[in-house]
């Protein structure tokens, strides 16, 4: 069992700055590819960012590619999600998730992720 808990999140005005925080609780965290999502009201939860479990690959949404940066920190079982020139449609509720060992190019869907954090919302006023 991995328990995700999602930090960062608040207002910031369009071209703002934000960095999230998923911290993760079990010590194998390194065996763990995690992935950034974000959910607007009334949508599907969509893909923004994934990481391998290494750290040594990354993959981004077309929405986020360039504005966005993943990254973690194994030795603190954390995984950042540094956000860039917010937009306004850039606002949702943001989870991280965990699955291990997963190719980040096939992680881009929901179903492959085993563990979710809560969320942490992130609303860009325009």
């Known amino acids: 069992q991995v328990q995700l808990v999602e930090s960062g999140g608040g207002l910031v005005q369009a071209g703002g700055s934000l960095r999230l925080s998923c911290a993760a609780s079990r010590r194998t965290f390194g065996t763990y590819s995690m992935g950034w999502f974000r959910q607007a009201p009334g949508k599907e939860r969509e893909f923004v960012a994934a990481i391998s479990w290494i750290g040594d690959n990354t993959f981004y949404s077309d929405s986020v590619k360039g504005r966005f940066t993943i990254s973690r920190d194994n030795a603190k079982n954390t995984v950042y999600l540094q956000m860039n020139s917010l937009k306004p449609e850039d606002t949702a509720v943001y989870f991280c998730?965990?699955?291990?060992?997963?190719?980040?190019?096939?992680?881009?869907?929901?179903?492959?992720?085993?563990?979710w954090g809560q969320g942490t919302q992130v609303t860009v006023s325009s």
């Open positions: 998730a965990a699955a291990p060992f997963l190719n980040v190019i096939a992680a881009t869907s929901v179903s492959k992720y085993n563990y």
